[in-house]
């Protein structure tokens, strides 16, 4: 045999050998990455629980009920997860997803062998240590979601493997329906960052002709999010119970005050009858109008989303814009200093799951009732002694420093991967802030991209100057 034709039979097997090898290492590293993410939950002894989590297992309680104001995508995760019947099924399939996710964005971003090993060791490690990644993945709650929807999109630009693509499509799909802000968030993140991907990056960059695709495939969640509400029974439209979160953010910021006396005069709204109340409770942020005991919402107006409500909003957008966008950009700059992924879970909080637990899943009764959680005890889910938000003002001071380094040296992917992260952050607070409350888990639930992010391009810019 010509020796040619052997050295070219030795090289094909090496490099299969090398990349069977590579596929190994990754797969390990993403179970490593899984449990390493569920830190806090075997910390608990027990998945995280929130009293909103019982309401994505209400579909699973044996009654059928999804509940009025939570979307269907999460609870369509929890039903997949349940051939095995345990609430650990459920994290263990977030923790899985999202090492996926990570490995496999930072496998995509390197260009060498070096870095497709490196890249997602620290990033997994940054995450880790400086992030509260690990709450989200360990938390039986939607908001680990949010995320994927960023990571998908960033695997769909970064690789053109069809498997890549399938599987970003895969768990965007499945995302978008988590939750009420996932809709409006996909489609302005993906214009943003088509027009920034036209603007930054040249023509014939991977990125940039994908980024074109994003967007058109974000319009399709418009119509895959109501087919979906409509086949199952939901609701008829884009969002579940819309018009109360925004009757109750109006409460919250107070500017139901000049919605109500600039239409009671006219309309015979029962919310006129409130106002003293509605004053009492403006600017407290309490989330009164939906949660208490007390409340008109489960009196005399009506349930979630009711005529009344959606009446009040329609008019709200007519008399009171200028009131709305103001308290929604004061309330997206607070939800950059709201981010604290360390607390926030008590004991009341298990109180529903437990209901669901011991009459679905009681052979987890036990390991319910020993958890830290349940015993009313601290539960850690960070590994970092510094006040997030802090942590998160860094990464943003080193992300723009970056992204003016890779502008003045011409890297301008790098400019492009911080804007992108920035802008997704920018509508999440935006978002959250125009349509419920300033929460600490909302911006928490994505905060920990930034790091990631920051990683990958410090990868970038080492790789180029070596180059």
């Known amino acids: 045999m010509d020796e040619a034709v052997k050295q070219d039979m030795h090289d094909s097997t090496t490099r299969g050998s090398t990349r069977t090898r590579l596929i190994v290492l990754h797969l390990a590293l993403t179970l490593l990455a899984a449990a390493a993410l569920l830190w806090p939950a075997f910390s608990n002894g027990y998945p995280l629980v929130f009293q909103d989590s019982a309401w994505y297992l209400n579909p699973f309680s044996g009654t059928g009920a999804m509940h ?79 995320a994927w929807l960023f990571l998908a999109g960033a695997l769909w630009m970064l690789s053109s493997h069809p498997a890549d693509r399938a599987f970003a499509v895969t768990v965007a799909a499945l995302a978008v329906l988590g939750h009420n802000s996932h809709v409006p968030i996909v489609i302005a993140t993906a214009a943003l960052v088509s027009l920034g991907a036209r603007l930054l990056l040249p023509p014939g960059d991977t990125a940039r002709r994908s980024a074109m695709g994003l967007f058109l495939i974000s319009l399709l969640s418009i119509p895959w999010v109501m087919s979906m509400n409509m086949a199952l029974g939901t609701s008829s439209g884009i969002f579940r119970g819309t018009d109360s979160f925004l009757m109750n953010r109006f409460v919250d910021t107070g500017v139901i005050i000049p919605i109500l006396d600039h239409y009671c005069g006219e309309k015979d709204w029962v919310s006129c009858d409130y106002r003293k109340e509605f004053t009492r409770h403006a600017g407290q942020a309490d989330g009164w109008f939906l949660y208490n005991k007390q409340r008109p919402f489960n009196t005399e107006l009506g349930e979630w989303g009711g005529k009344e409500q959606s009446d009040i909003v329609t008019h709200a957008f007519r008399c009171c814009l200028d009131d709305i966008i103001v308290t929604t950009l004061a309330g997206t700059w607070q939800q950059f200093w709201k981010v604290d992924s360390s607390d926030g879970l008590t004991v009341i909080d298990t109180n529903p799951v437990y209901s669901f637990v011991k009459h679905n899943r009681d052979h987890e009764l036990e390991a319910l009732d020993q958890s830290v959680q349940r015993r009313g005890e601290p539960v850690h889910t960070t590994l970092h002694p510094v006040p997030e938000v802090v942590l998160h003002a860094l990464f943003f001071l080193i992300a723009a420093g970056l992204a003016l380094l890779g502008w003045r040296t011409g890297r301008r992917k790098v400019t492009f991967l911080l804007l992108s992260v920035a802008l997704f952050l920018l509508i999440n607070a935006f978002v959250c802030s125009f349509g419920s409350s300033n929460h600490d888990r909302y911006q928490g639930r994505v905060a920990w991209l930034l790091p990631f992010m920051v990683v990958l391009s410090v990868g970038w810019l080492r790789e180029n100057r070596r180059a």
């Open 68 to 146: 009025p104001g939570r979307t269907i995508g999460y609870s369509l995760l929890i039903g997949l997860t349940q051939q095995i019947p345990s609430l650990w099924s459920i994290v263990v399939t977030q923790a899985l997803i999202t090492s996926a996710l990570i490995v496999r964005v930072s496998v995509v971003a390197a260009s060498n062998q070096r870095g497709c090993i490196i890249f997602p060791v620290v990033a997994l490690f940054v995450i880790l240590l400086f992030s509260g990644a690990a709450k989200y993945t360990s938390w039986v709650m939607a908001d680990v979601l949010t």
